[in-house]
């Protein structure tokens, strides 16, 4: 008897064991069957929450449209200036109201001498309060004459200056560049007309500035004496209202106190 119970206990120990696997696995699987579940029933909720935007990630994000181009309004410093108006000559420029205007000259002004066996008018322009000692800009119209003359007095033109081919108001002209000033000779017509703007070292840059103001607001407009057969525009009343314009150009966007004052090609809003 001792031999059989002795026999039979090994069989009994590995029972036991694999009873004992058997209910661990069984612990196991339950616990990954309820993690399923969990995991399972997490999915659904986190759907059901993104749909409904409960979450700030589930938001959608909406590119905001973008702002179109707006045009600015730049201040004109010209806006109160005055209009000269020459209806022999056909031009008008506005120029700065403080500086002092004189046309009352009868024959053109080059290269700092007048000459008279040369037909023509003189217009000037001086920075004050010292006069044309500090800033002249001079406006010289000569008529039913050739470049190579206007030239022989205009010296320095040819010899001293830089120049360069540049487009005046619609028309070829040359542009020279000389250390205390630039001078433009603008052929048209029966006309020949040499812009100069001279400065001293101290007033160079508003004097620059001026002078560049000034060729910006200078317009061609039909003249009688020239023979156009046409009314000038000076007679024609221009309503005081302010005018908006944009230069198609530079899509630069300015106010002109009048209608009659927005420059050539630009646009009228």
Not at 48 to 70: C, Q, V
Not at 123 to 137: M, N, S, V
Request: aromatic fraction near 10%; glycine fraction near 6%; include cysteine.
């Amino acid at each position: 008897m001792a031999d059989e119970l002795i026999e039979q206990q090994p069989e009994n120990k590995t029972a036991n064991l694999a009873e004992g696997q058997n209910s661990n696995l069984s612990g196991q699987g339950k616990l990954v069957l309820i993690l399923v579940i969990l995991g399972v029933v997490l999915v659904l909720y986190l759907i059901s929450a993104s749909s409904r935007g409960l979450f700030p990630f589930s938001e959608k994000i909406i590119a905001s449209p973008t702002p179109a181009p707006t045009a600015i309004s730049t201040p004109d410093e010209t806006s109160d200036w005055k209009t000269y108006r020459n209806k022999d000559f056909g031009f008008e420029f506005r120029y700065d109201k403080n500086w002092k205007l004189s046309d009352d000259n009868r024959s053109p002004y080059l290269e700092g001498q007048w000459v008279s066996n040369l037909k023509g008018k003189t217009i000037f322009l001086c920075l004050p309060p010292t006069g044309c000692q500090d800033a002249t800009i001079i406006i010289s119209v000569v008529e039913d004459s050739t470049l190579d003359e206007v030239f022989k007095y205009e010296k320095s033109f040819k010899t001293v200056g830089h120049l360069r081919d540049i487009n005046f108001v619609g028309l070829p002209a040359t542009e020279g560049t000389f250390s205390s000033g630039t001078s433009i000779v603008v052929p048209k017509d029966k006309l020949i007309l040499i812009i100069s703007g001279w400065h001293n070292h101290d007033n160079k840059l508003h004097a620059y500035k001026v002078f560049n103001q000034i060729l910006s607001t200078f317009k061609f407009i039909p003249s009688t004496s020239l023979g156009t057969g046409e009314p000038n525009q000076s007679d024609q009343p221009c309503i005081q209202v302010i005018t908006p314009a944009r230069n198609p150009e530079t899509g630069e966007v300015k106010d002109f106190p009048t209608p009659c004052d927005v420059p050539e090609g630009w646009i009228k809003l």
